[in-house]
């Protein structure tokens, strides 16, 4: 089993900071290579790049919840329900359907039951 998880190419695990703006203030945010390469397949299918992603999620985030306690966690967790919604159907694997042209509603419906973590509660 573990074969399949270590023979990763250790370019995905290296991490990497990159700026990116805020609210107006410039940041480092420090992710795997991994993630970066996930972040910037999410913020292309809506033209964007992954400063304006990151600055859009950060943005949406802080207007929902009022506060951001660890972004990079925030981050990471994000592109792994990206990647698990593409598996469920709900998210499209064909790159060219936007991200903002999908019904949010219809593609959370696909996760089914909440997460295993909400099941170990």
């Not at 999410?42 to 949406?60: F, H, S, W």
């Not at 359907?97 to 170990?120: D, K, M, P, Y």
Request: charged share 20%; glycine share 6%.
């Amino acid at each position: 089993m573990c074969q399949v998880f270590i023979s990763a190419d250790p370019h995905l695990y290296d991490s990497r900071a990159r700026s990116v703006r805020l609210h107006g203030v410039a940041t480092s945010i420090k992710l795997e290579n991994l993630f970066w390469q996930v972040l910037a397949e999410i913020a292309q299918r809506d033209g964007m790049g992954v400063p304006q992603l990151c600055a859009k999620l950060y943005d949406e985030l802080v207007a929902q919840r009022g506060e951001v306690d660890n972004f990079a966690s925030f981050l990471r967790v994000s592109c792994g329900r990206y990647l698990a919604l593409q598996l469920s159907g709900g998210i499209p694997q064909d790159a060219s359907i936007s991200i903002r042209s999908l019904n949010a509603q219809q593609v959370l419906a696909t996760e089914g039951h909440r997460s295993l973590l909400a099941h170990a509660a």
